[in-house]
């Protein structure tokens, strides 16, 4: 019998925030910095949460992304986002967000000199590069020697697909860790990781803390909120794409193959429901929220 009524991944951007959001334990927040950017946790000890607000009324102003934004002791600033659906200029929208975050850090009236470094980074749960590396980090570099132009720029990108033993056996073994932790898809995975004795006490405690988020009313009506929400963007998407491909297809074929048409859009349009219910499932939402969205029987979607 399942523990939980329900169980959200911490992919969920309301469920992260209340484990790394944390102004009373920055442990966790901390510890996931470490192990991404590979620096020591003391480096981390006066960090500044700029954004920690959990109210999500405004998801669809904010365009279904909610990340955390930190500042560090020497003003640095590091922005951390969770995505789980693709799209086609997902890197352009990255570079664009660190030039926003880069110029704004510049104060009017102040010296190019005090501009800051800002970092951002990626949690995604989809192939983002052909790279076997689960982990990358990118600056700008000279063509041919490779020297670093400067250090201001640093975009970090964690592929948690690419979770595999070539990982393992090149990363720290604190990102893996983490990384083990933040792709749970499900009750039987957190119980297997819960299960395993030497991982570091702070992620021990993350996954206690993930276990009493999963019953809590308000947070879990908030997690389903966003999770409906991006599904929804998804399928009004998907319906765009099919009436234009529809429309196209009826001005300029015969009126003797309509009917071959509308079976092929019929097949078309299940199909594509299928291929978006196999992704949403792996990226860990609830059949039953896929079944709203798409109208599958929950026994395929239980069959994908």
Not at 118 to 136: A, D, G, K, Q, W
Request: hydrophobic content about 40%.
């Amino acid at each position: 019998m399942s523990k939980f009524k329900t169980f959200t991944t911490p992919r969920n951007d309301i469920i992260f925030k209340a484990l790394f959001a944390n102004e009373k334990d920055k442990q966790p927040l901390m510890s996931l910095l470490s192990g991404i950017l590979g620096m020591p946790m003391d480096n981390f000890e006066d960090l500044e949460i700029l954004n920690n607000e959990m109210n999500s009324e405004n998801i669809e102003f904010k365009q279904s992304r909610l990340d955390l934004r930190i500042r560090l002791k020497d003003l640095t600033e590091i922005d951390v986002e969770l995505q789980v659906l693709n799209h086609q200029a997902y890197k352009e929208r990255v570079l664009y967000y660190w030039s926003k975050m880069y110029s704004g850090s510049l104060q009017q009236g102040n010296a190019y000199r005090k501009l800051k470094k800002c970092i951002v980074i990626n949690i995604v749960y989809f192939e983002l590069f052909t790279s076997p590396r689960m982990h990358t980090k990118f600056q700008i570099l000279e063509t041919e020697e490779h020297n670093k132009f400067t250090d201001h720029l640093e975009i970090h990108v964690l592929e948690l697909i690419k979770l595999n033993a070539y990982n393992r056996s090149i990363e720290n073994d604190l990102l893996i860790d983490w990384a083990e932790f933040l792709r749970l898809r499900n009750e039987d995975d957190l119980m297997k990781l819960s299960e395993r004795t030497d991982l570091p006490l702070v992620i021990q405690k993350a996954i206690r803390e993930l276990e009493e988020l999963q019953n809590d009313p308000n947070l879990q009506h908030e997690a389903l909120n966003k999770e409906i929400f991006v599904l929804d963007m998804v399928q009004r998407f998907d319906d765009a794409m099919e009436r234009g491909l529809a429309e196209g297809l009826e001005k300029g074929l015969e009126k003797g193959l309509e009917e071959g048409l509308k079976q092929g859009k019929e097949i078309g349009k299940d199909q594509t429901k299928i291929e978006i219910a196999k992704k949403l499932k792996l990226s860990g939402i609830e059949p039953s929220v896929i079944q709203t969205t798409t109208g599958l029987d929950i026994e395929v979607i239980n069959s994908l």
